[in-house]
């Protein structure tokens, strides 16, 4: 008849205080004072149904056992209906309330009591030192106390079905946390959840990265649909690790062009290093894709890839599918920068240019924090002079490429 059970972070000194419990209880029960007192510890107290029921101290308690088992030296039995054991360090406690059955046929009776047992462990035993018997509630007959046994289990039922259902909401808030995550940068996404909205915001110094593939258009007629996606799918994925790698935040994908960006959402110093590394990056792994495909007599990719510096105001717009998207002038310059490149080569213009040259006159640090610096000059720059740019006019323009002794 038991019902409930214990909560403990430590199994096996739950199962040793209620080892103690039982032989506590149920000796009493067989009218077995020494197997009893066996476990009782010295300064031992206790507090009975009746206010005159206390005893201070073993000898007390005992003479007090001894007067019962007298008056009623017959056995009897003990029947839990719920019990809960707690342990806390080296204190531990068992509270339950139970079925006494005493004596046969007519002359039965059936009492239900509560008990209370407080126990201390010393040199790696449990002691009971303290011992409280009460009537649950003298106001409950017993067929209203079974109704209310079971309230108690049904409360403890969904006490157990509130956990789980918290468990499994913590879960889907970690899916839908890591889900945002892959749609927008932290600190966004924290200003997200937190305020319901995110401010655009002025950044005075990033750098951009565009790439586009040369041809697309044409290559789609040739290949099916399926085969095109698989190719760009397997492009894109190799950009997202190698930004993650290089520090940046990738912005979005337009059909076939990439648009990422360094130096946001958290400024640093290193914007032009780490987005030109990430864009030779890209160039040398579409090149050896394309190694790869012409073996094979299949379709590849070629690709522009083009490099600017300067402000942008970055944010999401919208109320539904948020995007993190950035805009200004600058923008549309990296734009350029890829369309009046060359196939295989990232154009980078006189800002990004300004800013590495600059950069590697510096030293130390590390780029995981935003300050790692060139010691050496890491690029090589083959100067374009003015192109014409689309709705730009005439740009500096540079080639870049890692610098080989």
């Not at 409360?155 to 259902?165: F, S, T």
């Not at 749609?183 to 586009?212: H, M, N, R, S, Y």
Request: proline share 3%; glycine share 10%; with cysteine.
């Amino acid at each position: 008849m038991e019902q409930g059970g214990g909560h403990s972070a430590n199994p096996s000194a739950e199962a040793a205080v209620l080892a103690v419990h039982e032989q506590f209880w149920q000796s009493y029960a067989r009218r077995d004072l020494d197997s009893r007192f066996a476990v009782v510890a010295e300064d031992v107290t206790f507090f009975g149904t009746a206010l005159h029921e206390r005893a201070k101290g073993k000898a007390q308690y005992r003479a007090m056992n001894q007067k019962g088992v007298d008056q009623y030296p017959e056995a009897f039995v003990i029947e839990n209906i719920w019990k809960e054991v707690r342990v806390l360090g080296d204190a531990a406690w068992v509270e339950g309330d139970a079925y006494y059955l005493m004596g046969k046929g007519e002359n039965a009776t059936r009492d239900i009591i509560r008990q209370t047992t407080v126990m201390r462990r010393q040199h790696g035993r449990w002691w009971v030192v303290h011992v409280h018997g009460s009537e649950p509630d003298y106001r409950l007959r017993e067929g209203e106390y079974v109704a209310q046994g079971k309230v108690l289990a049904r409360n403890k039922e969904l006490e157990r079905e509130v956990m789980q259902r918290t468990r499994e909401l913590s879960t889907e808030k970690r899916r839908s946390d890591a889900l945002l995550l892959n749609i927008l940068p932290g600190d966004v996404a924290d200003e997200l959840k937190t305020k319901g909205t995110a401010e655009a915001k002025l950044f005075d110094q990033v750098t951009v990265l565009f790439t586009d593939f040369k041809g697309f258009t044409a290559m789609s007629e040739r290949m099916s649909p399926k085969d095109l996606v698989h190719d760009l799918h397997e492009c894109f994925s190799a950009f997202d690790r190698i930004c993650v790698k290089h520090g940046l935040e990738k912005i979005k994908t337009i059909g076939d062009a990439y648009m990422a960006a360094g130096g946001l959402p958290r400024p640093n110093a290193t914007h032009a290093y780490d987005v030109l590394n990430a864009a030779l990056e890209i160039r040398d792994f579409i090149a050896q894709g394309k190694e790869h495909k012409q073996e094979k007599g299949l379709p590849w990719f070629e690709i522009r890839i083009g490099v600017h510096s300067g402000p942008v105001v970055a944010g999401i717009v919208g109320v539904n599918k948020f995007q993190y998207d950035i805009w200004g002038d600058t923008v549309n310059t990296a734009s350029r920068m890829e369309s009046s490149g060359e196939v295989g080569q990232v154009n980078i213009s006189e800002a990004t240019y300004q800013l590495l040259v600059g950069s590697s006159q510096l030293s130390g640090g590390d780029q995981a924090t935003g300050n790692q610096q060139l010691t050496t000059p890491a690029f090589h720059f083959t100067p374009r002079g003015k192109v014409q740019a689309k709705g730009k006019g005439e740009l500096h323009m540079w080639f870049a490429d890692r610098h080989t002794a």
